[in-house]
């Protein structure tokens, strides 16, 4: 049986569902302009790193939709439940991945995920830094901006590593030290809604697999 729980939080819409068996992904409303799936369980050759990567995606998006908003509220037998999110781009506004934006960007209304992707937030180590595997998430979100048609730029290529099942070109390179303000500026992403329309970012997780689709309303 399958539980529903929806809540509004800003500007986004969070749907959780209760168990992994047999979840399939909601089906979108408006016009659907690119979509695009990754598995979880294989971010990483390791099963134990390839968990932590997993997890600090799942962290993120919690972040990125207020379910979690400081390190004390982590649950993660919640963060790790199926779930259907909605971050919503009116026409004009722009995204960050996070809060250290290029000059060009400054004075614009602008949504983040909210997160530094440090120990202090909760982000998990695989030993080499906190947050290893939001390069994942921040690729998926470009390769669907991009061929949704989104106006988009992403300074830093994630060429010294691949990232599995995502196309090299799309890779991402994200960094924050939320304590030296311009200092990660070009280790960001930048998605801005050129439509005259809102769109939608959905992420629909199920069956440890995640899956992005982006839509214009009609």
Same mark, same amino acid.
């Given at each position: 049986?399958?539980?529903?729980?929806?809540?509004?939080?800003?500007?986004?819409?969070?749907?959780?569902?209760?168990?992994?068996?047999?979840?399939?992904?909601?089906?979108?409303?408006?016009?659907?302009?690119?979509?695009?799936?990754?598995?979880?369980?294989?971010?990483?050759?390791?099963?134990n790193?390839? @968990?932590?990567f997993?997890?600090n995606?799942?962290?993120?998006?919690?972040?990125?939709? #207020?379910?979690?908003?400081?390190?004390e509220?982590?649950?993660?037998?919640?963060?790790?439940?199926?779930?259907h999110?909605e971050?919503?781009l009116?026409?004009?506004?722009?995204?960050a991945?996070?809060?250290?934006?290029?000059p060009?960007?400054? #004075?614009r209304?602008?949504?983040t995920?909210?997160?530094?992707?440090?120990?202090?937030?909760?982000?998990?180590?695989?030993?080499?830094?906190?947050?290893? #595997?939001?390069?994942?998430?921040?690729?998926?979100?470009?390769?669907?901006?991009k061929?949704?048609?989104? @106006?988009?730029?992403?300074?830093?290529?994630?060429?010294?590593?691949?990232?599995?099942?995502?196309?090299?070109?799309?890779?991402?390179?994200?960094?924050?030290?939320?304590?030296?303000?311009?200092?990660?500026?070009?280790?960001?992403?930048?998605?801005t809604n050129?439509k005259?329309k809102?769109?939608?970012?959905i992420?629909?997780?199920?069956?440890?697999?995640?899956?992005?689709?982006?839509?214009e309303?009609?």
């Open positions: 049986m399958l539980q529903n729980i929806v809540a509004q939080i800003s500007a986004f819409t969070i749907l959780t569902l209760a168990s992994q068996v047999n979840v399939v992904p909601i089906p979108v409303s408006g016009n659907v302009l690119s979509s695009h799936e990754i598995s979880l369980d294989n971010r990483y050759p390791n099963e790193i390839n @968990e932590i997993k997890d995606i799942l962290l993120n998006l919690a972040y990125s939709v #207020g379910r979690v908003t400081k390190k509220d982590i649950n993660w037998a919640e963060i790790k439940t199926p779930f999110y971050l919503r009116e026409s004009g506004e722009t995204f991945y996070h809060d250290d934006v290029l060009q960007y400054f #004075g209304q602008i949504k995920t909210n997160a530094h992707f440090n120990g202090i937030e909760g982000f998990r180590s695989s030993g080499y830094l906190y947050g290893d #595997g939001v390069c994942h998430l921040a690729s998926l979100m470009y390769w669907a901006a061929d949704a048609g989104l @106006e988009t730029y992403a300074p830093t290529n994630h060429n010294f590593m691949v990232i599995p099942e995502i196309p090299r070109e799309y890779g991402v390179s994200i960094l924050s030290n939320p304590y030296i303000k311009g200092n990660d500026a070009m280790q960001n992403l930048y998605i050129n005259e809102a769109v939608l970012f992420f629909d997780y199920y069956n440890h697999k995640l899956k992005l689709s982006v839509t309303e009609n």
